[in-house]
C-alpha cells in the first residue's frame, strides 16, 4: 500500500512538471474571442498507437530525445504516431494532444498500479525521476512561478474588462467632396469650386445576454454635408440629413434589440434611426451603409427604401435557406404625443419584402412598401416632393437583383414605382419611376478591394396631376464609379465621381460632376 501511494504521488508530480513544461504550447493554441478552440490534428487525423520507435519515420537515433521516446513507446507503450508513421517532433503541441498523450500514460500508470508487474523497473525510474527533479527544482519553480503570474495577469484583465456581454466597435468617416463643374440648374448658379472636407464618427456598442439576442446603440456625430446643386440628385448617403451647414450634430444615432422568436424567426424593436438595412436585404453589393460601398444614396440602395420612418418593428422569417419573408413598420413620429402623430397616426412606412436567394449566388428581393407622409430622399425636385406638407399616401413596388456571374464580377441592379396619393387639397397622384444597373469587381488588385459602377435614372415624375407637382420633362442619367482600396484591415480608402446628365430630369440643366474621397477606419 506504501508502494501504492510512492507511486502515485510521483506521478502527480510527473504529471504537474508535464503541465508546466507544456504551458508555452498551451498559450500557443488558446482560441481567440468569439472562435472554436483548435482542434489541430486530432480531429482531422486520429492517432494510432505504435509499438517501437523505429515505427516512426521522423524520428532517428541521433535525435537528442530518442531514448525518451524509446522508453515511453517500448516499455511503457503510452507514445502514439500519426496514421502516416511520423511522430512530429518539432511542432507546436496542442492541448487536445496533450491531453491524448498524458490520457495514454494515466491509463499505463493505473495499469502498472494495478498489476505491480515491474517492480524494479518502477524502483528505478522513480529514483530517476526524482533525482531529475531534484537537479531542475529551480527551473521549475520558475515556469510555476510565471504560469501563475499569467493566471493572475488573466484574472485581472477578467476583472477589469468593459463588459462581459458588450463589445466596443467604430467607425470613422472623413469625406473630401466638391462639384467639379460650374453649371446652372433650375436657373441657380452651382457654387463652383468649393471643396468642403467633413467626417461622421460612429462608436458602436453591441450587447449580448443570452448569446442570441442583440442589443445595438450607436453613437454618432455627423458634420458631412450634401452639395450644393440645388437638387437631391447626387445626394451622398453619409451626408446628415438633419443637419445645418457648417454644424455637428451628436446624437444616439441607432437603437434597437433583436432577439430569437423560433428557431426560424426573428423580431427586431427598433427605438430609433431605424433603415431598411435594419429590417431586410437591400440585394445590392454596393450598400455599405456610406462607410463602404458606393457613395451615393441613389447608388447605395433602391430609392424607395426611403419612404421607411426610424421607429418601430421587424420580423424577419426564413422558410428554409432560400425564401426570406421580411416584414417592417417604422415612423418617424412615434414618440410625438401631438395630435396627428404618434405611432399610429403619424408618418409611417410598412415594409413586406421576399428574398429568394437560390444559390450563393445570386439574390432577388420583391418589395412593397405602403407608406403616409414619407417622401423619397432622392431624385428630382419633383419626385422628392412632400406636397406642401398636405396628407398623401404612397404605394411603392420594388425588384432587386444581384447576380456573381464569377467571384470577381457581380451584376446587379433593381427597378422602383411609386404611386403617390393626395388624400386632403386638391387631390391627385403622382407617378414616380427609377431604375439602375450595377456592376462590381470584388478584389480587384488586391484582395478586399472593391471597384463599382452604377449607372440609372433616379426617381423622376413620370405622370402627375396634382397642383404644384409636375411632370419631369427630360430625363437624368446618374452615372457613378468609385474604387474602394483596403489600404489595411482597418482603412479604406475610396475615390469616387458621380456624373449628372441633364441634372433635375431638365436637359437645359447642364452636366453637372460630383467628386468625392472617403477614407474609412473602422475598429
Known amino acids: 500500500m506504501q508502494k501504492f501511494w510512492t507511486y502515485l504521488i510521483t506521478s502527480s508530480s510527473v504529471i504537474s512538471s508535464m503541465l508546466c513544461m507544456s504551458s508555452g504550447a498551451w498559450a500557443e493554441t488558446l482560441p481567440t474571442n468569439n472562435s472554436e478552440p483548435q ?26 530525445a530518442f531514448q525518451a521516446l524509446q522508453s515511453l513507446v517500448e516499455r511503457y507503450g503510452c507514445i502514439a504516431g500519426y496514421p502516416n508513421g511520423t511522430f512530429r517532433g518539432n511542432r507546436a ?26 517492480d524494479l523497473t518502477t524502483k528505478q525510474d522513480l529514483a530517476t525521476i526524482q533525482k531529475l527533479q531534484e537537479e531542475f527544482s529551480a527551473e521549475l519553480v520558475t515556469l510555476r512561478g510565471r504560469v501563475d503570474a499569467v493566471e493572475a495577469k488573466t484574472a485581472e484583465l477578467e476583472a477589469n474588462q468593459f463588459s462581459t456581454t458588450t463589445k466596443l466597435q467604430g467607425q470613422v468617416v472623413a469625406v473630401v467632396s466638391d462639384v467639379l463643374t460650374n453649371k446652372r440648374v433650375d436657373g441657380a448658379e452651382t457654387p463652383g469650386k468649393n471643396t468642403t472636407l467633413g467626417s461622421r464618427a460612429r462608436i458602436e456598442l453591441v450587447s449580448s445576454f443570452t448569446g442570441k439576442d442583440t442589443l445595438f446603440t450607436r453613437i454618432e456625430a455627423n458634420n458631412i454635408n450634401n452639395t450644393d446643386i440645388n437638387t437631391t440628385e447626387g445626394n451622398l448617403f453619409f451626408a446628415n440629413p438633419i443637419g445645418v451647414s457648417g454644424t455637428t450634430s451628436v446624437s444616439i444615432n441607432a437603437l434597437y434589440y433583436a432577439f430569437p422568436l ?37 447608388g447605395t440602395r433602391n430609392p424607395i427604401y426611403g419612404q421607411l420612418g426610424d421607429k418601430g418593428i421587424a420580423v424577419n422569417h426564413q422558410f428554409g435557406d432560400k425564401i426570406g419573408l421580411s416584414l ?52 428630382s425636385n419633383n419626385a422628392t416632393s412632400n406636397f406642401g406638407g398636405e ?24 427597378a422602383g414605382y411609386t404611386n403617390s396619393q393626395l388624400l386632403t387639397g386638391t387631390k391627385g397622384e403622382v407617378d414616380t419611376f427609377n431604375y439602375a444597373v450595377t456592376l462590381g469587381f470584388p478584389d480587384l488588385g488586391k484582395k478586399g478591394n472593391l471597384a463599382g459602377i452604377i ?38 480608402i475610396t475615390p469616387a465621381v458621380i456624373w449628372l446628365t441633364a441634372p433635375n430630369h431638365d436637359d437645359s440643366n447642364g452636366n453637372l460632376v460630383i467628386g468625392a474621397l472617403r477614407t474609412t477606419f473602422s475598429f
Not at 266 to 295: E, P, R, W, Y
Open 391 to 414: 396628407a398623401f399616401s404612397s404605394n411603392s413596388y420594388g425588384v432587386q437583383a444581384s447576380l456573381g456571374i464569377s467571384q470577381k464580377f457581380v451584376l446587379g441592379g433593381w
Open 262 to 298: 423560433g428557431k426560424n424567426t426573428q423580431v427586431k424593436l427598433i427605438a430609433n434611426a431605424g433603415a431598411a438595412d435594419d429590417v431586410t436585404s437591400t440585394v445590392n453589393l454596393f450598400d455599405g451603409d456610406g462607410g463602404f460601398g458606393a457613395v451615393s444614396t441613389f
Open 93 to 118: 503541441l496542442s492541448r487536445y494532444e496533450f491531453a491524448a498523450g498524458l490520457n495514454a500514460c494515466l491509463d499505463r500508470v493505473n495499469e502498472l498500479i494495478a498489476t505491480a508487474t515491474a
Open 328 to 379: 417592417g413598420y417604422l415612423s418617424s413620429t412615434a414618440n410625438n404625443p401631438t395630435a396627428g402623430n404618434g405611432l399610429f397616426d403619424g408618418n409611417y412606412g410598412a415594409l413586406a419584402q421576399l428574398t429568394v436567394k437560390p444559390s450563393d449566388r445570386i439574390s432577388l428581393g420583391l418589395t412593397y412598401i405602403n407608406s403616409y407622409k414619407q417622401p423619397l430622399l432622392t431624385g
Open 455 to 492: 449607372v440609372g435614372m433616379e426617381p423622376k415624375v413620370t405622370s402627375s396631376n396634382v397642383v404644384g407637382v409636375e411632370k419631369d420633362p427630360n430625363t437624368s442619367y446618374h452615372i457613378e464609379g468609385f474604387y474602394q482600396y483596403k489600404v489595411s484591415d482597418n482603412i479604406t
Open 39 to 64: 482542434v489541430n490534428n486530432i480531429q482531422e487525423q486520429e492517432v494510432s498507437q505504435v509499438t517501437s520507435v523505429s515505427q516512426l519515420s521522423d524520428v532517428q537515433p541521433n535525435d537528442w
